[in-house]
Nanobody
Framework: QLQLVESGGGLVQPGGSLRLSCAAS????????IGWFRQAPGKGREGVSC????????YYVDTVKGRFTISRDNAKDTVYLQMNSLKPEDTAVYSC????????????????WGQGTQVTVSS
């Protein structure tokens, strides 16, 4: 069974950094795209970033470009989201999701989801 587990969330001051991890079990990440999504209180789920298999394509939502970096370590079956220069509006539950091969702009195309990790940016 495909499982994804997120970690690395927490409370950070504005301008600070966090690195989120998405660890896979039950499958190898080599042939999967991994997307990071977030949901803030009272808002819908938003796609933040995505990385396709073999790093063939990488996407970021405009609001995080230049601040967030997605990367993968297939040897560890883990995808990371490095978040720098965090802002209060980045506060949300961050979840990772997997689908075969390539990223998709449609959330429903991601079949496996983690439980999420809370990121709170506040002074």
């Amino acid at each position: 069974q495909l499982q994804l587990v997120e970690s690395g969330g927490g409370l950070v001051q504005p301008g600070g950094s966090l690195r989120l991890s998405c660890a896979a079990s039950g499958f190898t990440l080599d042939y999967y795209a991994i997307g990071w999504f977030r949901q803030a209180p009272g808002k819908g789920r938003e796609g933040v970033s995505c990385i396709s298999m073999y790093n063939s394509s990488i996407y970021y939502v405009d609001t995080v470009k230049g601040r967030f970096t997605i990367s993968r370590d297939n040897a560890k079956d883990t995808v990371y989201l490095q978040m720098n220069s965090l802002k209060p509006e980045d506060t949300a539950v961050y979840s990772c999701a997997a689908r075969r091969y390539y990223c998709s702009p449609t959330r429903a195309n991601f079949a496996s989801w983690g439980q999420g990790t809370q990121v709170t940016v506040s002074s």
